[in-house]
């Protein structure tokens, strides 16, 4: 293909191959799922890996488009899936482990893809590919709104259908509210730590080298 270099062919076949992963990844674990599907796609780790498979296939079909093209909107959408696959990934590798059985990840491959692999490939996908905007912590703070929003969610409907999809989420534990609070409180602290971080990785990747995205 003239004019396509072979490093921008790699970066789409990666992209394709990695979100094709991840969606396998999820489905094969929906169809060994023998509870709610509803309560399958209220898991934190399903939402994040679906949202960063779109952002993977999307990638690969846009990657030849001209930098000119690039939004601020798709430049923010990249750096959210990024952040919210960081956030599943240490999470799960702190507070999570040895809880596979209620977490419904029994299976080795898929639960290694959705808690390890992927937040790993997004992280690296970001720094790799560099944003083609500069980004603000202010701007940043739109990452805030969707984890936000699931904690909104996952709080009100927990005690509408007696489940909650993490321990340090459930109320119905020692401590109750207070204690959830603490475990959220720590958690925005590392969130926004890891926002500020992000915005400084983009801003130098983007100062260092433009490319499309």
């Known amino acids: 293909m003239a004019g396509i270099s072979a490093e921008t062919i790699w970066v789409r076949v990666a992209r394709l191959g990695f979100g094709l992963l991840t969606l396998a990844a999820v489905f094969w674990q929906l169809a060994k799922t023998t509870g709610s599907g509803t309560n ?42 990024a952040i919210y696959l960081t956030l599943t990934g240490v999470v799960y590798n ?65 005690p509408i259908v007696d489940w909650y999809p993490y321990p340090f989420l459930d109320p119905r534990h020692d401590g109750g509210y207070w204690r959830v609070a603490a475990y959220c409180i720590g958690i925005l602290i590392g969130f926004m730590g890891t926002t500020w971080l992000f915005v400084r990785i983009a801003n130098w990747r983007s100062d260092s080298q433009i490319q499309p995205g």
């Open 94 to 158: 702190t507070l999570l482990t040895g809880l596979d059985e209620d977490l419904q990840t029994v299976i080795p491959w898929v639960n290694n893809t959705l808690h390890k692999l992927i937040p790993i490939v997004l992280v690296i996908d970001f720094i790799l590919i560099p944003l083609v905007h500069k980004l603000t912590f202010r701007k940043a703070l739109i990452w805030s709104i969707y984890p936000l929003a699931y904690l909104i969610y996952t709080l009100v409907r927990g």
């Open 40 to 81: 399958f796609f209220s898991f934190f780790t399903i939402q994040s890996n679906v949202i960063g498979a779109v952002v993977l296939l999307l990638g690969a079909v846009n990657v030849l488009r001209l930098t000119r093209e690039r939004t601020l909107a798709w430049d923010l959408i990249r750096g959210g899936a």
